[in-house]
């Protein structure tokens, strides 16, 4: 079992629609959370952190975490064209160690 | 405020070579960690400074993989000899603190693309 795991996708939605990204991981004692943006040739860029059980919303972006299912997912509203990328969901484990998963391929489609 | 630097962004080398990437973290940073992207894997964790101390090497794949973070500032990278199967981008990134919430944000330098022939 991988210790930070993604559907690589792609995943493909209408602009305007809700993308939902999920993410589960292995280490039951993780406490950071992350989402990354990569955008082909490019370097990742944060986009969301979650620390804690629940919804944290920014702007377009909710990131969702329940540490109970090791689970978290982020959800982009309203998308847009510009919003297709590879999004990582990086675990920064109880070793301090952050591990990043493959990654999803979202196409939202214009 | 400058962001995190790699140089150089691209290096095409031999096999056998020497190659020394270089990475500038944001500053006050003391957290610098450097990463690697094989085509088609996930990013891979390399190794974690503290300052200029080496606080988990654990992801380094051999000993022809040498970090230094002299002084504390920016960090250099050395695959000495290079083989083929060290190809693939190398990424730096810092963060403000490793453990507190809020601020392990890890923030990614642009990347240094490494081809061995």
């Known amino acids: 079992q991988k210790e930070v795991e993604q559907n690589s996708g792609p995943l493909s939605v209408p602009e305007g629609a809700i993308a939902s990204l999920n993410c589960t991981y292995s280490?039951?004692?993780?406490?950071?959370f992350f989402w990354y943006r990569q955008y082909s040739g490019k370097s990742p860029e944060l986009i969301m952190s979650?620390?804690?059980?629940g919804d944290k919303e920014d702007g377009r972006f909710t990131a969702q975490l329940n540490k109970a299912s090791q689970y978290v997912s982020l959800l982009i509203r309203d998308s847009q064209p510009s919003d297709s990328a590879t999004y990582l969901c990086?675990?920064?484990?109880?070793?301090?160690?952050?591990?990043f998963g493959a990654g999803t391929r979202l196409f939202v489609k214009a | 405020e400058a962001g995190v630097t790699q140089f150089p962004s691209h290096s095409v080398i031999e096999k056998g070579q020497t190659v020394t990437l270089r990475c500038d973290p944001i500053?006050?940073?003391?957290?610098l960690y450097w990463y690697r992207r094989v085509m088609g894997k996930e990013i891979k964790f390399l190794l974690h400074?503290?300052?200029?101390?080496?606080?988990?090497e654990s992801g380094m794949p051999n000993n022809r993989f040498l970090a230094e973070r002299t002084g504390g500032t920016y960090s250099t990278l050395k695959v000495q000899p290079a083989e083929l199967e060290d190809s693939g981008v190398y990424f730096c990134?810092?963060?403000?603190?490793?453990?507190?919430?809020?601020?392990?944000?890890?923030?990614f330098g642009p990347g240094t693309r490494l081809t061995v022939l």
């Open positions: 990134a810092s963060s403000q603190e490793m453990r507190l919430a809020g601020l392990n944000e890890q923030f």
């Open positions: 280490d039951r004692v993780s406490q950071s």
């Open positions: 979650i620390y804690s059980n």
């Open positions: 990086a675990v920064h484990t109880g070793g301090f160690k952050t591990i």
């Open positions: 500053s006050g940073h003391d957290n």
């Open positions: 400074f503290v300052k200029e101390s080496k606080q988990d």
